[in-house]
T-cell receptor, first 112, second 115 residues
């Protein structure tokens, strides 16, 4: 079973609207959680990194939240643009582990 | 631009053949990790190299092997290719291990098709 689950699998939004993506994880003990944006056929690009002591982190129109107690994170996209169309991947690292656990990603399509 | 470069960008191999993929990490980064990403799925961790030593491995068979060189560049080698090895192979570099809070930078990947 994957240790990082993302929802929804995909969503379509109109340009200018907001959306929120969810990430639930079971990785323990927890070290940090990252959100990446991946355009089709390209490598992932880092959006945010949060450790267990951080509740929120922003990067422009992207805001990530973290609740380490419930092992949940969200990524909020504000005032979406066509260029936001991509897959958004949640990545979790354990504090005594050497690897990253990836979610399957949420595919966001922004339409004019 | 992440400063991580991978080559080749695309290649086609025949089942049973061997392939070598290359990665140049961002300057100063001593950790390189490799991932396999099948179409429509998230990346899967293959292994990590820290200062030329493999110090972490995912659930991949021994025919997946790698090297890290003194300049921290890296290679991924896959022997006895199978059709299911067709995927995007991503290399990532960072300063320090993957469990650190440092940013991990990915390359654009190498698309491998096995026929």
């Amino acid at each position: 079973k994957n240790q990082v689950e993302q929802s929804p699998q995909s969503l379509i939004i109109l340009e200018g609207k907001n959306c929120t993506l969810q990430c639930n994880y079971t990785v323990s003990p927890f070290s940090n959680l990252r959100w990446y944006k991946q355009d089709t056929g390209r490598g992932p690009v880092s959006l945010t990194i949060m450790t267990f002591s951080e509740n929120t982190k922003s990067n422009g129109r992207y805001t990530a939240t973290l609740d380490a107690d419930t092992k949940q994170s969200s990524l909020h996209i504000t005032a979406s643009q066509l260029s936001d169309s991509a897959s958004y991947i949640c990545v979790v690292s354990g504090s005594n582990d050497y690897k990253l656990s990836f979610g399957a990603g949420t595919t966001v399509t922004v339409r004019a | 631009e992440t400063g991580v470069t991978q080559s080749p960008t695309h290649l086609i191999k025949t089942r049973g053949q061997q392939v070598t993929l290359r990665c140049s990490s961002q300057s100063g980064h001593n950790t390189v990790s490799w991932y396999q990403q099948a179409l429509g799925q998230g990346p899967q961790f293959i292994f990590q190299y820290y200062r030329e030593e493999e110090n972490g491995r995912g659930n991949f068979p021994p025919r997946f092997s790698g090297l890290q060189f003194p300049n921290y560049s890296s290679e991924l080698n896959v022997n006895a290719l199978e059709l299911d090895d067709s995927a995007l192979y991503l290399c990532a570099s960072s300063l320090g291990g993957l469990f650190s809070g440092n940013t991990i930078y990915f390359g654009e990947g190498s698309w491998l098709t096995v026929v």
